[in-house]
T-cell receptor, first 112, second 112 residues
Framework: DAMVIQNPRYQVTQFGKPVTLSCSQT?????MYWYQQKSSQAPKLLFH???????NEADTPDNFQSRRPNTSFCFLDIRSPGLGDAAMYLC???????????FGSGTQLSVL | GQQVMQIPQYQHVQEGEDFTTYCNSS?????IQWYKQRPGGHPVFLIQ?????EVKKQKRLTFQFGEAKKNSSLHITATQTTDVGTYFC????????????FGTGTRLTVIP
């Protein structure tokens, strides 16, 4: 089945230690998104790629970076995680801009 | 700033009762999408409304998009325990049409 896959499901890192979360898709969608979701809150858009075109939200901390080496893969890099970065990170794809989103199962990040 | 609010934040209903969540945007939306997130899960797309005043039904679920395209509602008739979860509306602001912003969500609990 075509899908959006995120690995790992749970990630534990230390305060200040760089961490990378990965996302892959078999849907061949043009757009890939990274959302951050904290407990009992709505998903918050961090950035998205339309094909190779990177779009950063104005309030996304500089600590967060992203890479999309090809259509299928997208990575979220957190350079120096703080305690406030502990959250669920959701990757999503859509065929075109603002079309329906297909989400991965998410990576729950803990920062110790 | 631009934001999308939902009310109520929480709703507890007896199984068989009806449920409604309301979504209100500070600015006009190009379209409105609804997602359901089960506890511990990821958001799953339910439906998209595009036209002013549009009404769509999916079995026991009825979705409406307001005439001014600034509000929307989701109504569930005769709730079942499988309806448990958080319901999010999401939409691109007409002035920022490339980004999908999520509402604050309504968490539904159904008591058997």
């Amino acid at each position: 089945d075509a899908m959006v896959i995120q690995n790992p499901r749970y990630q534990v890192t230390q305060f200040g230690k760089p961490v990378t979360l990965s996302c892959s898709q078999t849907l061949n969608h043009n757009v890939m998104y990274w959302y951050q979701q904290k407990s009992s809150q709505a998903p918050k858009l961090l950035f998205h790629y339309y094909d190779k075109d990177f779009n950063n939200e104005a309030d996304t901390p500089d600590n967060f970076q992203s890479r999309r080496p090809n259509t299928s893969f997208c990575f979220l890099d957190i350079r120096s995680p703080g305690l406030g970065d502990a959250a669920m990170y959701l990757c999503a794809t859509s065929r075109g801009k603002v079309e329906k989103l297909f989400f991965g199962s998410g990576t729950q990040l803990s920062v110790l | 700033g631009q934001q999308v609010m939902q009310i109520p934040q929480y709703q507890h209903v007896q199984e068989g009762e009806d449920f409604t969540t309301y979504c209100n945007s500070s600015t006009t939306l190009s379209n409105i999408q609804w997602y359901k997130q089960r506890p511990g899960g990821h958001p799953v797309f339910l439906i998209q409304l595009v036209k002013s005043g549009e009404v769509k039904k999916q079995k026991r679920l009825t979705f409406q998009f307001g005439e001014a395209k600034k509000n929307s509602s989701l109504h569930i008739t005769a709730t079942q325990t499988t309806d448990v979860g958080t319901y999010f509306c999401a939409g691109p602001f007409a002035t920022r049409a490339n980004n999908l912003f999520f509402g604050t969500g309504t968490r539904l609990t159904v008591i058997p």
